[in-house]
């Protein structure tokens, strides 16, 4: 149980465009997502918090109106990185929080977004 | 600001052997803990949680709980190669991660 999936699993574009990434959770109704991002040799960065039928809300330092997330439903969140420059080549990661067997919030991760911009 | 730091590393240990990753956090209220594991290039597994005093074990792998030391600890008894990825320490239900410790198991 607690599967999260991510499309696509990596992507290369040319600087000035547009990607999406999907975040879906498999097999159970999230209460949250959140999106990160890894650069290499570091550890994960929050960049936003979404729920559904909700803004999300962006962490210090993150430009909403380049990443823009969209929380469709309880099974699916959306990471659009807008007009896209080199310097946002990076790992794009969400996570999925339940609350397993009454205990505290819990994350389980995506398989990652390998985002390359030319 | 709310901190969480590992022991850095990286940390090599010897196949077989109980490798032994530290972390505290800065947070008294903290009520969750979460040890991740992630292999290069992969995103984080989720390994352990524990939530109360003491020690949680699961398989090979045990998460020790200090709550009024603010430490967290993981063990990874008879390690072997495959155990090999750098390990995140998280706190909190809206994570707050450690920087991660680099572990290495040398056949």
């Known amino acids: 149980g607690a599967v999260v999936s991510q499309h696509p699993s990596r992507v290369i574009c040319k600087s000035g465009t547009s990607v999406k990434i999907e975040c879906r959770s498999l097999d159970f109704q999230a209460t949250t997502m959140f999106w990160y991002r890894q650069f290499p040799k570091q550890s994960l960065m929050l960049m936003a918090t979404?729920?559904?039928?909700?803004?999300?809300?962006?962490e210090q330092g993150v430009e909403k109106d380049k990443f823009l997330i969209n929380h469709a439903s309880l099974t699916l969140s959306t990471l659009t990185v807008t007009s896209a420059h080199p310097e946002d080549s990076s790992f794009y990661i969400c996570?999925?929080?339940?609350?397993?067997?009454?205990?505290?919030?819990?994350?389980?991760f995506g398989p990652g977004t390998r985002l390359l911009v030319l | 600001q709310k901190e969480v730091e590992q022991n850095s590393g990286p940390l090599s240990v010897p196949e077989g052997a109980i490798a032994s990753l530290n972390c505290t956090y800065s947070?008294?209220?903290?009520?969750?803990f979460f040890w991740y594991r992630q292999y290069s290039g992969k995103s984080p597994e989720l390994i352990m949680s524990i939530y109360s005093n003491g020690d949680k074990e699961d398989g090979r792998f045990t998460a020790q709980l200090n709550k009024a030391s603010q430490y967290v600890s993981l063990l990874i008894r008879d390690s072997q190669p495959s155990d090999s990825a750098t390990y995140l320490c998280?706190?909190?239900?809206?994570?707050?991660f450690g920087q991660g410790t680099e572990l290495s198991v040398k056949p």
């Open positions: 947070d008294r209220g903290s009520q969750s």
């Open positions: 998280a706190v909190g239900g809206k994570l707050i």
């Open positions: 996570s999925a929080s339940i609350f397993p067997g009454g205990h505290q919030e819990t994350q389980y």
């Open positions: 979404s729920n559904e039928g909700s803004k999300a809300t962006y």
